[in-house]
């Protein structure tokens, strides 16, 4: 086949272990899904998860012992982090329940949802769609995928991220509102999810500014550690 422009390259993130790569096709995101950073963001109680999407060119794939690089983006004074698990999900599926979801897990990785808040709360009050402030270049940074069996017991590990060594976000895994078989089971019902399909679950309390020169180092468990610097 050939193409009237250059076709984008697939994005593709390493799996620890493997040669193989794992490509990358919808990028989700779940929102306010760990008490704590609800009552930070203002809000309360157990609502219903809701998604949004962030397109797979706005993952920063990092290599195993690099650091990588996010660009700080423009039009926003205040960018912060959320750091997340991500779930990598291997087999497609609709209407997957929750108790069947571990067989769609291909694996899990570190992630950080990049956020432009300043512009996401602009966006909130005026009812409009936070795309802006959620979606941009660089946006999703990523770590090395661990396959669902090496990856331990992803569902309580610690999760945490220290900016220039001193700790901002410390929580758990076991914190999250919806489990991760039900944030399958609810984007399911909504979507198709596709083998490739990259899932951020969500962030504890808190997310806070960066600025050009922070380094960041996002854990969660025995996962690969994502190390980033803001340029
Ligand atoms: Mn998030």
Redesign the pocket.
């Known amino acids: 086949m050939s193409f009237v422009i250059t076709p984008p390259a697939q994005v593709s993130v390493p799996v620890v272990g493997r040669a193989e790569r794992f490509p990358v096709n919808r990028v989700y995101?779940?929102?306010?899904?760990y008490v704590e950073?609800a009552k930070e963001m203002g809000f309360t109680g157990r609502e219903p998860p809701f998604f949004f999407i962030k397109p797979a060119d706005t993952c920063v794939v990092v290599e195993p012992g690099q650091t990588g690089v996010v660009r700080y983006p423009s039009l926003t004074k205040d960018f912060q982090h959320?750091m997340?698990l991500v779930v990598a999900i291997g087999k497609g599926g609709k209407n997957i329940a929750a108790a069947d979801a571990a067989q769609h897990i291909y694996g899990y990785a570190c992630g950080l949802?990049m956020?432009r808040r300043d512009l996401q709360g602009e966006m909130k009050k005026q009812s409009r769609p936070w795309c802006i402030g959620?979606t941009f270049d660089d946006a999703a940074p990523i770590a090395a995928i661990t396959e669902a069996a090496q990856a331990g017991d992803v569902a309580n590990a610690e999760l945490s991220l220290t900016v220039n060594g001193a700790d901002r976000q410390r929580s758990s895994v076991s914190k999250l509102i919806w489990n991760i078989g039900e944030i399958i089971e609810h984007l399911s019902a909504a979507w198709t999810l596709y083998p490739g399909d990259l899932i951020?679950t969500?962030?504890p309390e808190g997310?806070a500014a960066v600025v050009s020169g922070d380094v960041l180092e996002g854990r969660v468990g025995t996962l690969t550690p994502l190390q980033v610097k803001i340029a």
């Open positions: 995101c779940v929102g306010r899904n950073h959320e997340e949802d956020t959620k951020y969500g962030t997310v």
